[in-house]
């Protein structure tokens, strides 16, 4: 039996032995029984690469970030590594765009001229990964090909397929698609199989929202859909077991990574993924994450380094094991 005496000498109540409080009295106590990390080997920066040479198209909902051409992208590269983050994601702004994306699987494009920048400049610790999608590279913004008003599956598979075996061959260290269509996991795996590329790993967008927190993105890669939305292939909000379903065809289908997307209002989805699947887990902190703690921080209304600690680690501690994150290289400096 515990008692707790006052100040006073007066005894205020019996309150147990237990007391949390005292582990968290320092910061070395608190440090010592802290249950989640990040760090840096958990992060990957996603980076635009655009044509010319010395150019910097700064974006304006994301403070910091930029389209880079490929001389610029592998300096950004180099600090990257240098910082021991673990990879870059690339997205690719082509100098035009057409109705089948193709200048995506243009094996001269701007992701594999940039992929092979980058691996010239022997970043060895750095995992090169190429984002395969159309909607960056098609006239009208979807991620694939329109017929009858829709996205066309199947015909469109053959071309992400295509896409990944062109980044694969310019020297991508994984290869990540993320269109959201039926059985491209499958495609792409048979694809790089068939071309040798065994050894290639997949890191599948699994389970993609249809999701307002794109916005900056759309601008940063100028990838907005011409006409209506991405919800006929990406996911509905709301749905949580369809996700599940989404990540076990994927595992099944050969990815070697699952990711969901966005994070932060999805860690339900994390934490279940968690739970269910053992595969390695990503998830994306995307850019109207992002953008909203620039820009309440900007207005002096929240602290940016605290808010962005606090919700990574909410990332990690929800389950995932890889965070794709535009503050990559902010806090890796902190670390
Ligand atoms: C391409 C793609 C998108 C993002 C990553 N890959 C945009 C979209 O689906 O519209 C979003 C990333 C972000 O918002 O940071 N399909």
Not at 143 to 165: F, H, P, Q, S
Not at 205 to 224: D, H, Q, V
Request: aromatic share 6%; charged share 25%.
């Amino acid at each position: 039996m515990t008692t707790h005496v006052g100040t006073d000498g007066s005894v205020v109540g019996d309150l147990g032995p237990v007391r949390p409080r005292r582990l968290r009295r320092t910061a070395a106590l608190r440090a010592m029984v802290r249950e989640h990390h990040v760090r840096p080997e958990d992060l990957i920066l996603p980076l635009f690469a655009c044509p010319g040479t010395q150019i910097r198209n700064n974006i304006d909902a994301m403070p910091g970030v930029a389209q880079m051409s490929v001389d610029l992208l592998v300096e950004e590269c180099r600090e990257v590594a240098g910082l021991g983050i673990s990879g870059v994601i690339l997205f690719g702004i082509p100098d035009h765009k057409d109705s089948t994306g193709s200048p995506g699987y243009d094996p001269d494009g701007i992701v594999p001229q940039a992929i092979r920048a980058i691996k010239d400049a022997g970043l060895d610790d750095l995992l090169v990964i190429a984002d395969v999608c159309l909607c960056e590279y098609t006239d009208h913004g979807h991620c694939g090909i329109i017929r009858d008003g829709d996205v066309d599956n199947d015909r469109t598979v053959e071309l992400l397929a295509r896409e990944a075996l062109v980044y694969a061959n310019a020297g991508a260290d994984i290869i990540a698609p993320s269109d959201m269509m039926d059985g491209r996991v499958g495609r792409i795996r048979g694809a790089l199989d068939e071309a040798g590329r065994t050894d290639v790993p997949i890191m599948a967008y699994s389970a993609k929202y249809a999701s307002a927190f794109y916005g900056p993105f759309r601008e940063a890669a100028g990838s907005a859909p011409q006409f209506g939305d991405r919800r006929s292939y990406q996911m509905d909000p709301p749905n949580i077991r369809e996700a599940m379903l989404e990540i076990e065809l994927d595992i099944e289908e050969g990815a070697d990574i699952i990711m969901v997307k966005p994070a932060l209002s999805y860690l339900d989805v994390l934490r279940a993924a968690r739970e269910r699947f053992d595969t390695p887990l990503a998830a994306y902190n995307v850019s109207g994450e992002f953008a909203m703690i620039k820009a309440a921080a900007e207005r002096g209304w929240i602290d940016e380094v605290r808010v962005r600690d606090e919700v990574l680690v909410s990332i990690k501690r929800a389950g995932a094991d890889v965070i794709l994150t535009y503050f990559a290289k902010d806090v890796a400096r902190c670390l």
